[in-house]
T-cell receptor, first 113, second 119 residues
């Protein structure tokens, strides 16, 4: 079945460590997105990518990095520079433009211990 | 800068009644799309409805309709005949730059409105 897969579902990280969240889609979508959601809050855009080997900073990119080497994959690295990384992370993809919604993965809940 | 504003942190509605969730947006791009998503407590994001900036008619999808007032830059979601299963967080979102430009494809969300449906 086509869809977006985020892994892992739950992730624990020690302070000072980098950690990479996986996002894979088999929908042949050009655009991919990463969002951060804090409890009871909205989704804040971290990074987005419209095509392979290109990506743009969102509203809260500091402390995060991404790559887009393949159309299907858009991994997010939470670096030690991110001071408050505990949050729910959602990945999405879409065709790119027009009346097409973004499809979301199930999310990764990251906790710093 | 916040470009999507949802001013209602929480809303309550009686089962079978209609409810309107407010959303205002700000963009200088003439070509954009507006979306509404539902997020139950499980965390998944469920797409509800889409409105394009050039669409002449308000979008409808079953019990969901979007009251699009372009001059006021508002895109309110109307849920008719509320059901207990409608209790969730609702997000308004905007994708800018459908015609290209520096903000091409940027998809941003509002803060959300928690809807509670009472029996």
């Amino acid at each position: 079945d086509g869809g977006i897969t985020q892994s892992p579902k739950y992730l624990f990280r020690k302070e000072g460590q980098n950690v990479t969240l996986s996002c894979e889609q088999n929908l042949n979508h050009d655009a991919m997105y990463w969002y951060r959601q804090d409890p009871g809050q909205g989704l804040r855009l971290i990074y987005y990518s419209q095509i392979v080997n290109d990506f743009q900073k969102g509203d809260i990119a500091e402390g995060y990095s991404v790559s887009r080497e393949k159309k299907e994959s858009f991994p997010l690295t939470v670096t030690s520079a991110q001071k408050n990384p505990t949050a729910f992370y959602l990945c999405a993809s879409s065709i790119g433009r027009g009346p097409t919604e973004a499809f979301f993965g199930q999310g990764t809940r990251l906790t710093v211990v | 800068a916040q470009k999507i504003t949802q001013t209602q942190p929480g809303m309550f509605v009686q089962e079978k009644e209609a409810v309107t969730l407010d959303c205002t947006y700000d963009t200088s791009d003439p070509s954009y799309g507006l979306f509404w998503y539902k997020q139950p407590s499980s965390g998944e994001m469920i797409f509800l409805i889409y409105q394009g900036s050039y669409d002449q008619q308000n979008a409808t999808e079953g019990r969901y309709s979007l009251n699009f007032q372009k001059a006021r830059k508002s895109a309110n979601l109307v849920i008719s005949a509320s059901q207990l299963g409608d209790s969730a967080m609702y997000f308004c979102a905007m994708r800018e730059g459908d015609a290209g430009g520096t903000s091409y494809g940027k998809l941003t969300f509002g803060q959300g409105t928690i809807l509670t449906v009472h029996p």
